[in-house]
């Protein structure tokens, strides 16, 4: 590892929103931050702030060669400590709209799959890492207003569930981070009024998180309380909502 560098640190979808205040988080305190996202006058517009601590590859999740671009994105970070999957999306689908299903798969089950699979075999063979991805408290249970947004979200917690037993079993040195946030400042939040967490915050939170190697983190901490009561409240009671 570059001795210049606290750790190498690779982030998926970085181009806006907590991606973004992540990246420059960790380029302030001294890390090289591989970046990506799908639009590249944005990527490109950070590695300006930060010309010496984040570099940038330009794809989308979506697309079949997501495992190329990580090893350029690698390549040019000089190594990966940490890989953060920060890419999703999440509409809501009043319609059951296929559009909406569809893309919410493709980037929050079949992208995250592709670079969380790959990021777990490179981590197995290179003796450590971590991997840390932004799911959400919709985790806990189905949605009416965006059956797909919470179904995915599921399947990524139960993933990283599931690795972290994967690692201890096999022995392995990697790291498991799943980061539940709740409503975070951004624009994603769609003018949310309950329980909002600042930008700022909320990044802090999961640095800090990340950092502490910590399984499970709610984004803000109170929204642990909710995710109890989502797990508890009867179902003909949750489905009336």
Known sequence: MPSTFHKRIII???????????????????????????????????HEHYPNHIVTECFDVQGSDTIEHCRSLIQKTGGMDVLIYNAGFGDPSQTLDWHIEKTTYETNVKGFLVIIHFAFNFFAQQGYGQI????????????????????????MSVYME????????????????????GFIATKAAKNKVFWVTPLNKAV????????????????SRRWRIIAWIMKRVPSFVWHKL
């Open 12 to 46: 998926i979808g970085a181009t806006s929103g907590i991606g973004r205040a992540l990246a420059e988080h960790y380029a302030k305190t001294g890390c090289r931050v591989g970046i990506s996202g799908r639009r590249k006058h944005l990527l490109d517009e950070i």
């Open 132 to 155: 840390a991805a932004t799911s959400s408290v919709a985790a806990n249970r189905g949605n009416g207003l965006a059956p797909a947004y919470s179904a995915s979200k599921a399947f």
């Open 162 to 181: 599931g690795l972290l037993m994967k690692a201890a079993k096999m022995k392995l040195n990697i790291a498991i981070t799943d980061i539940q946030p």
């Open 204 to 219: 802090k939170q999961m640095a800090r998180g990340i950092d502490k190697k910590k399984f499970r983190v709610y984004i």
